[in-house]
């Protein structure tokens, strides 16, 4: 199983981008997804989730109506699509098989994300 992130960039406050995390290895819908965000000095915060059966999704509150996760089977991606950026979504973005973090899970590389005017 492989995740690989990409998506990242420099981007202004209230721009958008848009994250991919593709899996291969495994179906996509084998595991839950989620996005983690990393800055240096901070804990790493659980952004977005999709469930394996792809029901409701979940946010953490500092993203919430900014940031939607989805499911691409066509692409074999689960995508982050987050908008009205802000310097605090600044940081390191990891992908990951499940909807908490464990370090036993499968990790994409992480992409890096920069909000700067």
């Known amino acids: 199983v492989q995740l690989q992130a990409s998506g990242g960039g420099l981007v202004q406050p209230g721009g958008s981008l848009r994250l991919s995390c593709a899996v291969s290895g495994v179906a996509l819908d084998a595991y839950a997804i989620g996005w983690f965000r990393q800055v240096p000095g901070k804990e790493r915060e659980a952004v977005a989730c999709?469930?394996?059966?792809?029901?409701?999704?979940r946010y953490s509150d500092s993203v919430k109506g900014r940031f939607t996760i989805s499911r691409d089977y066509v692409a074999d991606a689960v995508h982050l699509q987050m908008n009205s950026l802000n310097p605090d979504d600044s940081g390191i973005y990891y992908c990951?098989?499940?909807?908490?973090?464990?370090?036993?899970?499968?990790w994409g590389q992480g992409t890096q994300v920069t909000v700067s005017s």
């Open positions: 999709t469930s394996s059966r792809d029901t409701s999704p």
């Open positions: 990951a098989t499940s909807c908490t973090g464990r370090p036993y899970d499968y």
